[in-house]
């Protein structure tokens, strides 16, 4: 259906992408670690490894969509891209306060957690996208996955029939809720459109960009095991 909309978001070259690396794409948004919330047979010390390290991952977050909010304003031939993104920087700042409050809940001291290897090792990669040779059709892409993986994680945990224990039902509800999910969407079709009109040296380079944050994710959920 080329040259028309994609505004349903059943279409594009995500899409494709989902679909020709599906096993990956699983593995990311399915890992045992969210599947044990779900079963409510977790390990709360998973739990609060994961809390510690994401805190610090969030962090490192900020000037990688700094860097993507700047592209957009550059870049982008549609002026509504620049006020997602600014949305989604908003979201960022009240997340990290709600980091704080829930690590004081769980009695975690975020003062002394120094990153894993995972995780630094995806912060780099994160870095490496701000640079400004980056596109911003491969920013967007990236950060789009990001932001789905964990929508979709959590919200498997929000399903009916989850045994997800009542302690963690509000982070699974920071990324499993509806308004996020339409956030995803709209970042989605952002970058499907981006995409549609990209090169095919862009397109390789968005889709890498789209495997290395599947790959990244995997290994930062497997952190939580504490044998990472
Ligand atoms: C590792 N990936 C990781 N942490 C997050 N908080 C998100 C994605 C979503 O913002």
Redo the contacts with the bound molecule.
């Keep these: 259906m080329k040259g028309e909309s994609n505004e349903g978001g059943d279409s594009g070259t995500i899409l494709t992408w989902i679909e020709r690396h599906r096993v990956m794409y699983d593995r990311a948004t399915r890992h045992p670690f969210i599947l044990n919330i779900k079963e409510g047979i977790v390990d709360i010390s998973s739990f609060e490894r994961w809390l510690g390290q994401?805190y610090i991952?969030?962090k490192e977050?900020v000037p990688f969509l700094a860097s993507v909010l700047l592209k957009a304003s550059k870049d982008s031939d549609d002026t509504s891209d620049m006020e997602i993104v600014l949305g989604g920087m908003a979201a960022l700042h009240n997340?990290i306060s709600w980091f704080k409050k829930e690590a004081s809940r769980w009695n975690i001291s975020l003062l002394n957690i120094s990153p894993q290897n995972a995780n630094k090792d995806?912060c780099r990669f994160l870095e490496s996208l701000t640079s400004s040779g980056v596109s911003y059709t491969v920013a967007i892409t990236a950060y789009w996955a990001?932001?789905a993986?964990?929508q979709e994680s959590f919200s498997l945990c929000l399903e009916e029939g989850s045994k997800t224990p009542p302690e963690l039902l509000e982070s699974c509800r920071r990324?499993g809720n509806n308004g996020f999910k339409e956030y995803c969407l709209s970042l989605k079709r952002i970058a499907d459109r981006q995409l549609e009109k990209a090169s095919k040296e862009e397109l390789k380079k968005a889709e890498e960009a789209f495997l290395s944050v599947l790959e990244?994710?995997v290994r930062?959920w497997n952190m939580s095991n504490g044998d990472a």
Excluded: C, L
């Design positions: 994401d991952f969030v977050f997340e995806y990001i932001e993986v964990y990324w990244n994710e930062f």
